[in-house]
């Protein structure tokens, strides 16, 4: 019963890497600097607070991150201007996110754990935040690329 827990989990980042990829993966040196509109954020920026905010989430699992908030809370001013830096950043939260599933026995899912913008919740709700805001800004990078300036 438990691996099938587990397997859930596993499936449901499996899905969202997918789903964000078909934006995710679009992304290069060449197109960062294009966003939806001149009072938008660019598509390197918000590429980079994806990574960045998986990363930063991490704490909230045990699994406390070195990176700097460039962008969260913050105006884009060139932070996602390094693609390298910025696709490092993704790969290394998904990464993480792997880990925390393989890391997380079944009951600790329904752990609650304190955050500063949703209060207490559990680790498996939190968790599904950080599904639901990668999917939201890959579509935003989506529809700039196909849209933007």
Request: proline content about 2%; some cysteine; charged content about 20%.
């Given at each position: ?81 390094d ?19 393989e ?47």
């Amino acid at each position: 019963m438990e691996l099938i827990k587990m397997e859930i989990f596993r499936d449901l980042l499996a899905q969202n890497i997918l789903s964000c990829s078909f934006s995710l993966n679009r992304v290069s040196s060449e197109n960062i600097s294009k966003s939806l509109n001149e009072n938008t954020s660019s598509v390197g920026f918000i590429y980079r607070h994806i990574g960045e905010t998986m990363l930063m989430f991490g704490y909230f699992f045990g699994k406390p991150s070195e990176v700097q908030n460039t962008t969260l809370g913050k105006q884009d001013e060139g932070q996602g201007n390094d693609f390298e830096e910025s696709k490092k950043l993704i790969d290394e939260g998904f990464k993480m996110l792997e880990e925390i599933i393989e890391t997380t026995p079944i009951s600790g899912w329904s752990d609650i754990i304190e955050t500063p913008f949703f209060g207490a919740v559990t680790k498996a709700r939190l968790f599904s935040h950080i599904l639901y805001h990668n999917s939201y800004h890959a579509g935003q990078i989506g529809l700039a690329l196909k849209r933007g300036l």
